[in-house]
């Protein structure tokens, strides 16, 4: 009657392998899944977007700081065409005043009286400020770069356009930089936000279909409801002892009610 102290045979089954056979809940319960809870929270720091360290603060000061290194650039421009010199002697400094410009930029420079020459530092100038208020980011500079040519108006013919796009193009700098303690951050507020999963489970669910591979969340099931636990059953136990305690006690009974003489032998 002992028998029940010792261990059953249980389920040892493992993530991977296929259920031997229909696997039914012998009792209903709830729980919280710790599994499906760490995978909801690991698909919510996925889903997590890379944060960057913009804000407006920093593009009006990088703004104003590129501005003030353009106004530098351009000083010397400035100075020629305020100065009294000969169209040939003008066009000849203006040839060699910026040399990081192009070959066709520096001649459309060249060819620039005063008034043309304000226009396309003028917008320059706009489209520069106005490209670093907005947010750029690091991976973008490269294309914003290209694109210069493209928003600048103001009246500007093609070559006047480009020219105007060689004098800013070296000044636009990203004002947005991936932070990874923002991203972390941020991580970490998704992952927080998700509740832990409750799992309900009535008495009589088949838990797993004959033949379908384990996963994580099922190998849970199984160990909630007992069936993968090896281990003594006391409720059986205690059943079987009460049953051996009824059926001695009735034959005692007997002996002393029908065989006094067996019941008082010394």
């Known amino acids: 009657l002992a028998a029940d102290l010792l261990p059953k045979e249980t389920l040892t089954l493992k993530v991977g392998d296929l259920a031997p056979t229909d696997i039914a809940a012998p009792k209903a319960i709830s729980f919280e899944s710790d599994v499906q809870t760490a995978a909801a929270r690991q ?4 889903a997590v977007e890379p944060q960057y360290d913009f804000t407006s603060e920093k593009a009006i000061a990088i703004a104003a700081e590129q501005a003030l290194a353009f106004e530098r ?11 009294d010199l000969t169209p040939e002697d003008l066009a000849a400094f203006l040839l060699t005043v910026l040399p990081d410009l192009s070959e066709a930029s520096a001649a459309t420079l060249a060819g620039l009286d005063g008034d043309r020459w304000i226009a396309v530092r003028t917008e320059a ?41 060689e004098l800013v193009r070296d000044l636009v700098v ?30 009589g669910e088949v838990v797993v279909r004959n033949g379908t591979p384990l996963t994580a969340a099922d190998i849970e099931k199984i160990e909630a409801l007992g069936l993968g636990v090896s281990g003594p ?25 029908f065989r006094p003489g067996l019941w008082h032998r010394d």
């Open 174 to 203: 990203p004002n947005s930089s991936f932070s990874e303690v923002l991203t972390a951050q941020e991580r970490d507020r998704a992952e927080a936000a998700v509740q832990p999963i409750p799992v309900e489970i009535v008495q």
């Open 233 to 257: 059953d006391p409720t059986s136990f205690i059943g079987w002892l009460m049953l051996s305690i009824l059926v001695v006690g009735m034959l005692l009974a007997w002996i002393w009610r």
């Open 43 to 46: 698909a919510a720091r996925d």
């Open 125 to 165: 100038a706009r489209v520069l400020d106005a490209v670093l208020r907005t947010e750029l980011l690091d991976t973008e500079v490269a294309a914003t770069k290209t694109r210069l040519t493209s928003q600048m108006a103001g009246g500007l013919d093609a070559a006047q356009r480009l020219l105007a796009a």
């Open 73 to 83: 650039k351009v000083s010397r421009v400035d100075s020629i065409f305020s100065s």
